[in-house]
């Protein structure tokens, strides 16, 4: 007897990996995606180069998952940086490690990945079947509504791998968060990860500066200390270094407290050494020639200076290097989660257990963001799917002849 039938519900790289990983064990595999293609959020991170992991040490790498990281850490450790290199490789797709320890394909994009991986895929004998959104459960068995109307299929167990509640123009609308719920499954609130924030700008900035990137600075938050570069825009501010942040911000707006980023934005120099550069200054010269010839700062970070603190004019030399090295930035809001880069919340912990089998619906397992959990960019929230999703596909290809065999 075989191992029984395996679904897996979404077809994003928690799914595929999880379809990959039951089909290696045996089981017929099906995955049921919603869009008329698989892959799509892949597609799109893939856009300005895939960055598929990491290069660091174990134990740093874990630590990017805050809370989350013991119960990820197994799953983690099975498929870490090196082991998804090699699985890279496996598929054809030569990867390399970035200055900043990011590994990338050689190629950058995500397409060539893809075509391979559902070539293998293929070859495995998975079933991949497009336009069929899960709408539930229907007497046990799994219900879609197709471009056909609505079918039921009966699996020995199952793989949930619908994402979190970012970019749902691509799949991930959390619409299944009402269909557990009421199965009794716990669910934190869904809050947006890795996003921008809104600031109150002046029109004359705005106009000036909206789309102009801020680069060599560092930033400091409750997350520490930072460097790295962000980007000006109508609303606020977006980039890496702001969504390295954007957990402690977006937290102490929860709370209700005041959010603040301090930029310091000529980090190569201390602040006795601004100090008596700016003091050589002429008296009468204009703020922006000041922080120019004195600070180095360009255009945009003068601009920064003058929004955030109008009178920085009136200040003197040392009040002035002060401000360079610590310039706060009161954020007001979050961006709309579905701008941000992924999301936070999702099933909780002890909702599953040690294999992320849901502890109320034996048989069911769920990989991915659909999980409580929330990483920076820069490699960690697609191998930390990658690996959930392998993780989920052998418990379910485990379970598949128990359930056989059960009466």
């Known amino acids: 007897m075989g191992l029984g039938r395996v679904g897996i519900v979404g077809g994003g790289p928690a799914g595929l990996m999880a379809a990959e990983a039951a089909a290696g064990q045996g089981a017929e595999v099906v995955v049921f995606e919603a869009m008329p293609t698989v892959g799509r959020k892949l597609l799109m991170a893939g856009k300005s180069g895939l960055n598929i992991t990491r290069s660091e040490e174990f134990s740093v790498f874990l630590s990017r998952f805050g809370a989350a990281r013991d119960r990820l850490a197994p799953a983690l450790g099975a498929l870490d940086g090196p082991k998804l290199r090699e699985w890279c490789a496996g598929l054809g797709v030569e990867t390399f490690v970035g200055s900043s320890g990011r590994v990338f394909p050689t ?21 991949i079947r497009v336009r069929h959104r899960w709408v539930g459960w229907q007497d046990g068995a799994l219900a879609f509504e197709t471009p056909e109307g609505r079918r039921a299929e ?52 705005i106009e000036r500066f909206a789309g102009q990137p801020v680069k060599a600075v560092a930033a400091s938050s409750d997350a520490g200390s930072l460097p790295g570069e962000f980007v000006v825009t109508r609303w606020g501010i977006e980039g890496s270094l702001v969504y390295a942040h954007a957990a402690a911000l977006r937290d102490r707006l929860a709370a209700g407290d ?150």
Request: glycine share 10%; with cysteine; net charge positive.
């Open 258 to 407: 005041e959010a603040v980023l301090r930029l310091d934005l000529a980090p190569g120099r201390s602040p006795e050494r601004l100090a008596r550069d700016l003091g050589r200054q002429p008296p009468k010269a204009s703020l922006a020639n000041r922080l120019r010839k004195g600070a180095g700062l360009d255009a945009v970070k003068a601009g920064l200076v003058r929004e955030a603190v109008p009178d920085a004019g009136r200040h003197n030399a040392e009040a002035l290097a002060a401000l360079i090295k610590a310039l706060p930035l009161a954020v007001l809001r979050p961006r709309p989660i579905a701008e941000a880069i992924s999301s936070a919340g999702g099933v909780r912990w002890d909702a599953v257990d040690a294999d992320f089998m849901l502890r109320g619906l034996p048989g069911t397992f769920l990989a991915g963001e659909m999980l409580d959990w929330e990483a920076p960019t820069g490699g960690y929230l697609l191998t930390a799917c990658l690996a959930t999703g392998r993780a989920a596909g052998l418990a379910a290809a485990r379970h598949a002849p128990r359930s056989l065999a059960a009466p």
């Open 107 to 127: 190629a950058m994009k995500a397409s060539p990945l893809l075509r391979a991986w559902l070539g293998r895929l293929a070859r495995q004998g998975v079933d």
């Open 154 to 205: 009966r699996f020995d167990a199952v793989v949930l791998a619908l994402g979190g509640a970012s970019w749902p123009r691509l799949g991930s609308d959390a619409a299944w968060m009402p269909r557990l719920l009421a199965r009794g499954v716990e669910v934190a609130p869904f809050r947006p990860a890795n996003c921008g924030f809104e600031l109150g700008w002046s029109p004359v900035f």
